[in-house]
């Protein structure tokens, strides 16, 4: 038997963790090691209980969610925890920043149950969450600050391909997408984003999303 992926959830209104609890609770796979409802306790819990994901809300009290993940997984963190972010339309000024701060992944709040278990499973293996809605309107929110002043990407170290498929990974596309799009395979499209990672000395392909905005390369 594999060991269940245990789950933290951090989120200040109570009727919304509860039901987070109880949907992740019930599956065979998941178990939901703890639960509170502001940043800095789920900064201790996260310390004393090492989930292997933490489901973080953005706007709490004491810690907000953005310092918290940045605590949890940002640079220099010995110990990092993956933090799937769940948050609302309302909340895009902050998708650049909780990027930054070290998040895997990102869910609206008023996403179907199946997603939030999809999210939570993919972050754990360590790949990162991108949904394409979520990609195109929140990042996309923030494209004007984070794209360079004069609009020209400067000193990219990649091939023409492998910034045509960075374009397609910040357009929210997953790797079998991307095969369909460049007919490659998706065992090739895999080797480019590796490639990609190393190269630009990126953790994931959240990273590379906001990468590609700061850079220019997309729109």
Known sequence: MTESIRVLVCDDQVLVRTGLVTIIDAQPDLEVVGEC?????????????????????????VLDGIEATRLLAGAGVPRPVKVLVVTTFNL??????????GASGFLL????????LHGIRTVATGAALLDPEVTRQLVGTCAARIRPPDGTPHNIPLTPRELEVLRLIA????????????VISQE???????????????RDRVQAVV?????GLVT
């Open 109 to 116: 709040k008023d996403a179907p149950p199946s997603q939030l």
């Open 211 to 215: 990468y590609a905005y700061r850079q």
């Open 188 to 202: 090739t499209v895999k080797t480019f984003v590796s490639r990609i990672l190393t190269k630009l000395g990126l």
């Open 37 to 61: 409802g502001d940043g800095q306790t789920a900064v201790d819990l996260a310390g004393r209980l090492r989930p292997d994901v933490v489901v973080m809300d953005v706007r709490m009290p």
């Open 92 to 101: 895009d000024k902050y998708v650049y920043e909780a990027l930054r701060a």
């Open 171 to 182: 357009d929210g596309l997953s790797n079998s997408e991307i095969a369909g799009a460049l």
